[in-house]
């Protein structure tokens, strides 16, 4: 089955900076990529998304890149500020939106925005 | 809308104690999961419906059940509770694929309920 591993586990950066987290998938199958948000004692968000047919996504100070060949996707963030704080998950759908869209989730990355 | 909401937000079990969790969505999604997190783990789905009626099982299901007899409401029970289940529990839901793409399917997340076996 479908395995995803993040890095780092935890990241800190200082107000202003860039902040890159890095995941891995190992289903060439997997066609779908989302990145979640979780602020303290809440549910992830769902930040921003890429499907496979696309290398790249930007939504303002956020963006996904997604490399099929090398089965690797990252989430980069510019202009960091405190409110970014959080932690941060990627996922891969493992099965088709048909039969429940499955995520597999990678294991979190623990993002620290110093003022 | 309230979106995705979970019963209870806490809850303190004893070994072999039994409890049920209520998810209930109002957004008319199809698709409802039940996830766990445990640190350095990320989210592991335990068990997830694709409709009224249907239930299966996803990446760690063993000691749980659960059940879709409403479209809105999705339950994760816990029969006989074990100290390896004490972690943070979330419900998730989303709807059918947007157009004809193979479509995203964000899923919606509720705000947790965490639970610790002693």
């Known amino acids: 089955g479908e395995n995803v591993e993040q890095h780092p586990s935890t990241l800190s950066v200082q107000e202003g900076d860039s902040a890159v987290i890095k995941c891995t998938y190992s289903?060439?199958?997997?066609?779908?990529f989302p990145w979640y948000k979780q602020e303290l004692g809440k549910g992830p968000q769902l930040i921003i998304d890429?499907?496979?047919?696309?290398g790249e996504k930007k939504d303002q100070r956020i963006a996904v890149t997604l490399n099929k060949t090398a089965k690797h996707f990252s989430l980069h963030i510019t202009e960091t500020q405190p409110e970014d704080s959080a932690v941060y998950f990627c996922?891969?759908?493992?099965?088709?939106?048909?039969?429940?869209?499955?995520?597999?989730f990678g294991q979190g990355t623990e993002l620290s925005v110093k003022p | 809308n309230a979106g995705v909401t979970q019963t209870p937000k806490f809850r303190v079990l004893k070994t072999g104690q039994s409890m049920t969790l209520l998810c209930a969505q109002d957004?008319?999604?199809?698709?409802m999961y039940w996830y766990r997190q445990d640190p350095g783990m990320g989210l592991r789905l335990i068990h997830y419906?694709?409709?009224?009626?249907?239930?299966a099982k996803g990446e760690v299901p063993d000691g749980y059940n659960v059940s879709r007899l409403k479209k809105q409401n999705f339950l994760l029970g816990l029969e006989s509770a074990a100290p390896s289940q004490t972690s943070v529990y979330f419900c998730?839901?989303?709807?059918?694929?947007?157009?004809?793409?193979?479509?995203?399917?964000?899923?919606?997340f509720g705000p947790g309920t965490r639970l610790t076996v002693t």
């Open positions: 419906s694709v409709g009224e009626g249907t239930t």
């Open positions: 996922a891969a759908r493992s099965s088709p939106y048909n039969q429940g869209g499955k995520l597999i």
């Open positions: 890429i499907r496979s047919n696309v």
């Open positions: 289903d060439s199958a997997s066609n779908y």
């Open positions: 957004m008319n999604h199809e698709y």
């Open positions: 998730a839901s989303s709807g059918l694929p947007r157009g004809i793409q193979p479509g995203g399917l964000e899923q919606y």
